[in-house]
């Protein structure tokens, strides 16, 4: 009976991290770091300016149906930033040397 192939386990994140610390050299990597938690930031302050006006909007309607929209388009537009949120992270984190191979298994 054949033996079917041991499934690779998953990349060892120390191991990675430490890889491309020695690849990169350190100002490039801590630029990259610092751009990745700006987007981060900009991003979760983003989201809280949405959900405040979200809110606002919500405390406001004065019937059921114009609370189901506004509950609806916060959804909606919830689901595109964190899409465009991600996508933006991601594109960032590929400088990182080796990342790419990590990020796109």
């Avoid at 079917?4 to 020695?22: G, H, M, N, T, Y």
Wanted: glycine letters at 4%; proline letters at 7%; a negative charge.
């Amino acid at each position: 009976m054949a033996q079917l192939p041991e499934p690779q386990a998953a990349q060892d994140p120390v191991k990675w991290w430490s890889r491309s610390i020695s690849a990169a050299p350190p100002m490039t990597l801590l630029e990259t770091w610092m751009d990745v938690f700006s987007e981060v930031q900009s991003f979760l302050a983003e989201r809280i300016r949405a959900d405040v006006a979200t809110q606002h909007a919500l405390l406001h309607c004065t019937n059921p149906v114009d609370a189901q929209v506004i509950g609806l388009r916060h959804l909606h537009k919830l689901a595109e930033d964190y899409h465009r949120g991600a996508g933006r992270v991601t594109s960032l984190l590929h400088a990182v040397p080796g990342a790419a191979s990590v990020l796109d298994e």
